[in-house]
Structure formats: structure tokens, C-alpha cells
T-cell receptor, first 112, second 111 residues
Framework: DSGVTQTPKHLITATGQRVTLRCSPRSGDLSVYWYQQSLDQGLQFLIQYYNGEERAKGNILERFSAQQFPDLHSELNLSSLELGDSALYFC???????????FGSGTQLSVL | TQLLEQSPQFLSIQEGENLTVYCNSSSVFSSLQWYRQEPGEGPVLLVTVVTGGEVKKLKRLTFQFGDARKDSSLHITAAQPGDTGLYLCAAKMNRDDKIIFGKGTRLHILP
């Protein structure tokens, strides 16, 4: 058990809908990272937060947004969903920057 | 463009054999990490290498960081079915705090 909790584990929705993925980092970790994993693209960095503030951004679509709350949990919001958004979404946490990442078990998103 | 290129993409070998997988880049990194991911789970950190030329051993796994800190290798001795999984290398970008991953080597050890 990595100590990182992601909910829900599975999500099935329709095109055009909006979903929210939730992540609780390990106790004491201030950094939260979001990644998208698909078979052809591998693990793609989306965005990182540190202690509530956005720290680094990857190729995150404008339809996607995230935030980290004062209690350090984070949410990833995906809107106007398309078929191509179907993927595994992982959250990871670390004590600080660039340190070893602890990953949650992921949310499998299926857009039908 | 993939900043971290991993090879081979797939590898299927018999139990007991040795193997090496590679992680290459044209960029210099301050550190590089190796993770292993099993189906239905998130990646789990195996090792972090920091110094050019560094070699780290984890039981039957040997990790090496290139002298120029642009590449790394993972060597497994006497592979076992429990070594099966997706091996990912990752590095922190120097200009910001992004940690990027290669696409991984999918390893299958046949009993």
C-alpha cells in the first residue's frame, strides 16, 4: 500500500460529460502529480501541485483542470469528455520536488 | 517527441536468463529513477541514481547511470517469473519540477 488513495477506481461515462477524480496524498507529502496512462502514449505528465499551488504543467488539455485543497487532497476535473480521454489516470505524491513518487492505484476512465 | 527512450519495448525470455533494458535521452538529468508497474497498480519506485557512473544493486537487479547522466540501464540476473512487469524510467526536468517517464519495457519471464 503506497498510502496514496484515489477514487473512484473505475468510472464509465458518456461523451460530453464531466467527471472529477479525487486523490489523497500520503501523510506528510506536499506535492501531488497527475498522470494519464494509455497503451500508445505511456505515462504522460499532466500537472503538479505543491502545497496548494500549481508548480508545473504538462500537455494538459484546456478541458482538464485540477486543484489542490488546503488539506492537500487534489481533484482532477475532466470536462466535455471525448472517446480519446479513455485512459488510466494516476495520482502520485512526494515530500517535495523531484523526489521519489508514490502512486495511487489509478482511476480507469472509460468514455463511451 | 519522447524525451526518454526505452528499449526494447517488449521482452519475453525464459526463467533463469539474464537481460538488460535501456533508458536513453539526449538531455542531461540530475537524477533518474526506475519504477516497476504491475497490472492494475501504479508504478512502484525501485531505485534513484544521482551520480554519473553510479551503479546500484537491488538483489538480482543492477542499475547504472551513464557517465554523462543522459542514459541508464537495468540488468536483471537469473530472471524469475516474479520479475514480470512494466519497467519505467523517469527523470526530473532541470528547468522545472516535471517528472517525465519513458514508455517502458514490458518484460515477461516464462517459467
Amino acid at each position: 500500500d503506497s498510502g496514496v488513495t484515489q477514487t473512484p477506481k473505475h468510472l464509465i461515462t458518456a461523451t460530453g460529460q464531466r467527471v472529477t477524480l479525487r486523490c489523497s496524498p500520503r501523510s506528510g507529502d506536499l506535492s501531488v502529480y497527475w498522470y494519464q496512462q494509455s497503451l500508445d502514449q505511456g505515462l504522460q505528465f499532466l500537472i503538479q501541485y505543491y502545497n496548494g499551488e500549481e508548480r508545473a504543467k504538462g500537455n494538459i488539455l484546456e478541458r482538464f483542470s485540477a486543484q489542490q485543497f488546503p488539506d492537500l487532497h487534489s481533484e482532477l476535473n475532466l470536462s466535455s469528455l471525448e472517446l480519446g480521454d479513455s485512459a488510466l489516470y494516476f495520482c502520485a505524491s512526494s515530500r517535495s520536488f523531484g523526489e521519489k513518487l508514490f502512486f495511487g492505484s489509478g482511476t480507469q476512465l472509460s468514455v463511451l | 517527441t519522447q524525451l526518454l527512450e526505452q528499449s526494447p519495448q517488449f521482452l519475453s525470455i525464459q526463467e533463469g536468463e539474464n537481460l538488460t533494458v535501456y533508458c536513453n535521452s539526449s538531455s542531461v538529468f540530475s537524477s533518474l529513477q526506475w519504477y516497476r508497474q504491475e497490472p492494475g497498480e501504479g508504478p512502484v519506485l525501485l531505485v534513484t541514481v544521482v551520480t554519473g557512473g553510479e551503479v546500484k544493486k537491488l538483489k538480482r537487479l543492477t542499475f547504472q547511470f551513464g557517465d554523462a547522466r543522459k542514459d541508464s540501464s537495468l540488468h536483471i540476473t537469473a530472471a524469475q517469473p516474479g520479475d514480470t512487469g512494466l519497467y519505467l524510467c523517469a527523470a526530473k526536468m532541470n528547468r522545472d519540477d516535471k517528472i517525465i517517464f519513458g514508455k517502458g519495457t514490458r518484460l515477461h519471464i516464462l517459467p
